[in-house]
């Protein structure tokens, strides 16, 4: 599996599957990176803390998925529960993100940072690095499709490798979304993210206690 | 300070105004030609007096210089028969109201124009449509297939730009009705930043029919679904999806209507009137505040269904990108400083000419689209006596 030759082909796979990737991406990505504050490197900033979390849940789950053995047999009902948890920590923290953005326009600095979630001590944390992990963990198809691949990797650390240069393919889709930090902020831009996260919340919200419900009563 | 109003302006000659109308009553005569040769009565009577009703509005916008409240008339008329002659056909064909999904994913649905901006993104990213219809000629319920009527909506959209919300939606007459009911509004302060909902709920709709690959606000949030055609509620899901539709419209086109005297579905929460905003600034035809008259009444303000005048705009002398050219402000403006604009001519010079243009376009549009529908509704109604 190790080979060259995979390699190519994680990444061919990660720049075919980068337009899902987007659309996946997209309702978490978009509003929260249009909730910034403008500037070029501040949403590169963004981005790249985005994408790094992001990497780093395809490769925690890659690992522990690859250990379980289960990678590819991952059973339904236990994959409605991972999927159930996502979705209920993705709304949770887009409300969060959508309040929080509220509260940094309010206490604007001259050197302007990423809106963090958290309270106000030391353990705040960039919302891009919650919203990045969350959603590299999620299941989305090509993530499945990666998964499918990966599965027949000799060892942990090639099923790792292949994920890391399939999330380079997929990655190289995302780079335009810097491009955000040229479109001048003011009271509307931020207001439209603000409610649009909420919006997006609401469906995260509402497709997590559906799993969870269906789960309980029907049982899958 | 205090409004000096106007005198009262004198009612245009009978022989002038019928003149200015007749280009009117022959598009009119053309339009509904078809139904007075329909051998069913109920649908002769219904086209004559549809055809008449447009022309006679037009005729008295044009004798009392006034353009909203006979506007009003026709668009109060447009929403309320729209569903009766929709939820008619729909029976007649499916039996019920509620859609299969599979009637859906197949494309066997009517066109409706609310998704539009929706269809932009997958389409781009996938060449595929998630709008539920069909972009083969012929297809759909419609019968003029999506992607012919996606074109008749760009071409009258360069023109009118959002007016199209005054004169061809049909959803909006139903809440504009409300709001007139109540001699005043129970709220009169809404907190501004509302106005920025509809491009929210474009936002989110947007992305959530990319990554979803569905049309989002058809499945979730159409308030006019209600009234239309619903989800066929085979589950929980369905019944969820139903819930919502039931609760916004009774929220934004029944109760807020009538607590604001706004149209707040078009106002708070449409995500095609946010998409449409974008193409007033193709449109040649707008409202300007023209500011050597104006003495900030707020009249105009207060009169806006849209909330597409504020005190900033009114200082530009013009209206926000979200007015729906509706003609509330120049009627309510006691000095006649609200006024019908050509872009790229002077304001205020010749307004009247300004406005006899717009409506020419707008209104021929209004028969085209609306005249068919309140006819059909008509004719339904009619169908019960005749």
């Known amino acids: 599996m190790a080979t060259p030759f995979a390699f190519g082909e994680a990444l061919v796979l990660g720049l075919a599957s980068g337009p899902a990737c987007v659309a996946s991406c997209g309702p978490v990505l978009v509003p929260s990176l249009l909730a910034e504050r403008t500037g070029l490197r501040l949403n590169g900033r963004y981005l790249s803390t985005f994408l790094a979390t992001r990497l780093l849940g395809y490769l925690l789950f890659a690992a522990v998925a690859w250990e379980l053995g289960t990678l590819v047999s991952f059973r339904t009902t236990e994959r409605s529960w991972v999927f159930a948890v996502i979705h209920l920590l993705l709304a949770g923290v887009l409300l969060r993100y959508a309040w929080s953005v509220g509260r940094a326009c309010n206490h604007s600095c001259a050197s302007p940072e990423l809106v963090t979630i958290g309270g106000a001590g030391k353990h ?10 969350l959603t590299g963990v999620s299941l989305c198809p090509p993530f499945v499709a990666a998964g499918v691949r990966a599965a ?12 890391a240069v399939f999330f380079l393919g997929t990655s190289l889709w995302f780079v335009p979304f810097a491009g955000f930090g040229w479109l001048r902020r003011n009271e509307a831009v931020t207001t439209v993210a603000r409610m649009a996260m909420v919006l997006i919340a609401f469906y995260y919200l509402y497709a997590g206690l559906m799993t969870l419900i269906r789960k309980s009563v029907y049982g899958y | 300070m205090a409004t ?22 022959l598009w009119s005569f053309l339009m509904f030609h078809g139904w007075y040769s329909r051998p069913n009565r109920s649908q002769l009577i219904a086209g004559i007096v549809t055809c008449a009703f447009m022309v006679v509005l037009f005729f008295m916008m044009m004798r009392t210089w006034s353009t909203y409240r006979w506007r009003r008339w026709f668009f109060v008329a447009l929403g309320l028969l729209f569903p009766v002659g929709f939820i008619h056909t729909v029976m007649v064909l499916r039996g019920t109201m509620g859609i299969p999904i599979e009637e859906m ?7 409706c124009f609310i998704p539009i901006p929706l269809l932009i993104l997958p389409a781009a990213f996938t060449e595929a449509i998630v709008f539920p219809g069909s972009i083969l000629p012929n297809g759909g319920m419609s019968g003029g297939g999506m992607a012919a009527m996606v074109g008749i909506w760009l071409a009258i959209t360069i023109v009118v730009g959002k007016g199209w919300c005054s004169y061809a939606c049909f959803f909006g007459g139903i809440e ?13 302060k809404i907190d501004s930043r509302w106005r920025y909902g ?13 990554g979803l690959f569905e049309s989002a606000y058809c499945m979730w949030l159409c308030p ?5 055609e619903y989800v066929a509620a085979r589950n929980t899901v369905g019944m969820i999806q139903n819930g919502i539709f039931v609760l916004l419209f009774g929220a934004l086109v029944i109760a807020l209507p009538l607590l604001t005297k706004k149209r707040t579905q078009c106002a708070f929460f449409c995500p095609f009137g946010a998409f449409q905003s974008l193409f007033n600034k193709t449109s040649v035809f707008d409202v300007k505040i023209d500011r050597t008259r104006c003495t900030p009444c707020a009249l105009c303000q207060k009169s806006c269904p849209t909330m597409a005048l504020t005190e900033e705009s009114i200082a530009r002398g013009e209206t926000l990108m979200s007015c729906m050219k509706c003609g509330a402000c120049v009627d309510a403006c006691p000095k006649d400083a609200a006024v019908w604009h050509i872009r790229g001519t002077e304001v205020a010079v010749k307004p009247e000419r300004a406005r006899l243009m717009f409506l020419y376009a707008a209104w021929s549009m209004a028969i085209m689209f609306g005249g068919s529908i309140i006819a059909q509704g008509l004719a339904t109604i009619l169908h019960v006596f005749v």
């Not at chain 2, 004198?10 to 009117?24: A, D, H, K, Q, V």
């Not at chain 2, 001699?183 to 009169?188: F, G, L, Q, S």
């Open chain 1, 152 to 163: 027949e990797a000799a060892n942990v650390a090639a099923a790792m490798l292949f994920f």
């Open chain 2, 224 to 228: 006019f679904k209600a009234v239309s």
């Open chain 2, 176 to 188: 504009e009705g409300m709001a007139a009911i109540p001699a005043k509004a129970t709220v009169r």
């Open chain 2, 4 to 25: 000096k109003v106007l005198p009262a302006r004198e009612p245009r000659s009978i022989g002038r105004s019928l003149l200015m109308t007749l280009p009117i009553a």
């Open chain 2, 105 to 111: 994913i197949a494309g066997r649905t009517p066109f």
């Open chain 1, 124 to 133: 705040r944390i960039p919302g891009a690095a919650v919203l990045g992990f």
């Open chain 2, 198 to 210: 509809p491009w929210a709920v474009l936002l989110a709709m947007t992305l959530l029919s990319l």
